[in-house]
Each structure stands twice: as C-alpha cells, then as structure tokens.
C-alpha cells in the first residue's frame, strides 16, 4: 500500500514562494508528479520527476518558476514555488505510480495515469 501525504501549502502573497512536500510511504514511484486543481476547473498537470533518473517535464504556465525534486533516501518529493501568481491559486495534488515510462511519454502529463493520490494541500495567492 503506498500512501502520499502532502505539506506546505498556505496563504503568500503575488511573487512569494512556497515549498510543497510529499512524503511517500510503502513502495518507491516509478514516476511521481504535482497536479493542482482550482474551483470549476479540471484538474491539471503542474509538473512530473522519473524517480531513478530525475528526468523532468513541467507545464507551460510553471516553467522558469517552479522546480520539481526528490529525495531518493527519504523518499519525498518537492515542488519548489517561485514568483507566485493570483493563478497558482488552487488545491495541489501528489501523485505517483509505480510504473516508469519513456522520458517522451505523454502519460506523465495525464493524471488518470498515475495510482496513487494524496489529499491535497490549499495552495493561495494573494494580489
């Protein structure tokens, strides 16, 4: 049984940052990835990590601001917040799966790929 549990959300202001934790217990992700999820939107892809190798993908709208990491030892991942923005407002997701795939897949961008989910964590932007 692997369980995900995800910390460090909060309220900051527009340009501030936040740093995102999940703490993975039971079997070490072949991938691992942050979804985030506001009111009335779908959820959508923030970023991915390929656990052996660190290979990383990142969506458009977070790419420059956001970094994605992982602690191999303590099996935790992070997602790393910089110059926050209003629009980063949204519940965030942990995500995992034990499968690992090609470094090109499209699968590290659907969350209806990965197994596993944490609770979410309250991620507010302030202008």
């Known amino acids: 049984q692997v369980q995900l549990v995800e910390s460090g959300g909060g309220l900051v202001q527009a340009g501030d940052s936040l740093r995102l934790s999940c703490a993975v217990s039971g079997s070490t992700p072949g991938a691992a990835g942050w979804f985030r999820q506001s009111p009335g939107k779908e959820r959508e892809f923030v970023s991915s990590i390929r656990w052996f190798d660190g290979n990383s993908r990142y969506a458009d709208a977070v790419k420059g601001r956001f970094t994605i990491s992982r602690d191999r030892a303590k099996k935790e991942v992070y997602l790393q917040m910089n110059m926050l923005r209003p629009e980063d407002t949204a519940v965030y997701y942990c995500?995992?799966?034990?499968?690992?795939?090609?470094?090109?897949?499209?699968?590290?961008?659907?969350?209806?790929?990965?197994?596993?989910w944490g609770q979410g964590t309250q991620v507010t932007i302030s202008s």
């Open positions: 995500a995992g799966t034990p499968r690992t795939w090609n470094s090109g897949s499209s699968y590290y961008y659907d969350h209806s790929k990965y197994d596993y």
